[in-house]
C-alpha cells in the first residue's frame, strides 16, 4: 500500500521560508512523477508544482521563481522549498503521486494523482 507522509508546514511571516517534506513508501519511488497542490479554506484544491520521474520540473505561474521542487530517490523523498512567502500562499499543502509511472511533470494534474497525503498546513502571517 502506498503512503505518503508530509512535514514541514508551520506558520511563518510574509518574506519567509519553509519546506516542505514528503516520504513515500509502498512502491518503487523512482519511477512516479510526484507533485504538490494546495487548498486554501473554501477553495478547490490546485495544482502547485511537479517533478518528474527523471528530475524534470513544472510550476504554476504564481510559484515560479519563489518555490522549488525536489526529489531524493535514495531516500524516497520529494521536497518543496518555498521563499518569499505571501499571506495568499496559506493553505493546506498535499503530496501527491502520479497513478502511472514514466509521466512527465506536465501530466501532473488532479484527475492523474493516484495517491494523496495527508495534508500539511501552511500559514503566512502578514
Known amino acids: 500500500q502506498v503512503q505518503l507522509v508530509e512535514s514541514g508546514g508551520g506558520l511563518v511571516q510574509a518574506g519567509g521560508s519553509l519546506r516542505l517534506s514528503c516520504a513515500a513508501s509502498g512502491r518503487t519511488f523512482s519511477t512516479y512523477a510526484m507533485g504538490w497542490f494546495r487548498q486554501a479554506l473554501g477553495k478547490e484544491r490546485e495544482f502547485v508544482a511537479a517533478?518528474?520521474?527523471?528530475?524534470?520540473?513544472y510550476y504554476v505561474d504564481s510559484a515560479k521563481g519563489r518555490f522549488t521542487i525536489s526529489r531524493d530517490n535514495a531516500k524516497n523523498t520529494v521536497y518543496l522549498q518555498m521563499n518569499s512567502l505571501k499571506p495568499e500562499d496559506t493553505a493546506v499543502y498535499y503530496c501527491a503521486s502520479h497513478k502511472v509511472p514514466y509521466t512527465t511533470a506536465q501530466a501532473m494534474s488532479i484527475t492523474t494523482v493516484g495517491y494523496w497525503g495527508q495534508g500539511t498546513q501552511v500559514t503566512v502571517s502578514s
Open positions: 517533478i518528474s520521474w527523471s528530475g524534470y520540473t
